[in-house]
């Protein structure tokens, strides 16, 4: 079983990832949900004033924010959203054919989220605005977050793809 990346990238006084927010839903209790870009939910509540948030009261007030950004805890975490599903992944790259693009920095689309799965080797994975520089192995899965310049440098012999996710199709 491979191991959580995420516990790996609770990084105190990190850069926050700030989202756009592409509308709104509630939870089970009523309460606002913003819907950001790169997937997640967040609390908007207003009751109580965590956070003074007047314009989640109304429809309108809501809807003047969407394409405002919010920062999301959860991408700080390089937390992959859960209902998110695989739907494409890269051939299996060794030291010697890992494409060019992939060791400088580079990004995923909005929306769309990666898994770095090393089956054999060590692979380094840097996410330099984040100040994040990690070892990738078969026990440690790198989790990229939309739209993060990142890069991957082979350390020696290694195996190892990428699995890309996106929310499913809204008839699914």
């Known amino acids: 079983m491979r191991s959580s ?4 990238f609770l990084r105190p006084f990190a850069q926050s990832m700030e989202r756009p927010i592409t ?3 509630t939870d ?21 004033p965590f956070i003074n948030r007047p314009w989640v009261t ?14 999301c805890v959860r991408c700080d975490q390089f937390e992959l959203p859960d209902y998110f599903v695989p739907y494409k992944r890269t051939a299996v790259f060794t030291e010697e054919t890992v494409p060019a693009g992939l ?3 580079h990004s995923t689309k909005t929306g769309v989220w990666g898994k770095i799965i090393v089956e054999a080797g060590k692979l380094r994975y840097r996410v330099d605005t984040l100040n994040v ?3 990738l192995s078969a026990e440690t899965v790198g989790v ?3 739209e993060v310049l990142h890069n991957v440098e082979p350390q020696g ?10 929310a499913p199709d809204k008839e699914a």
């Open 28 to 48: 089970s209790e009523g309460d606002p949900i913003a819907i950001l870009t790169c997937g997640h939910a967040q609390h908007v509540r207003h009751d109580p």
């Open 103 to 105: 060791r400088k920095d």
């Open 133 to 135: 520089d990690t070892e």
């Open 144 to 146: 990229v977050v939309p």
């Open 5 to 8: 990346y995420k516990s790996s």
């Open 58 to 71: 109304s429809k309108q007030g809501r809807e003047g924010m969407i394409g405002k950004a919010l920062n």
């Open 23 to 25: 509308g709104f839903d």
């Open 157 to 166: 012999p290694v195996r190892f793809f990428v699995e890309f996710y996106r």
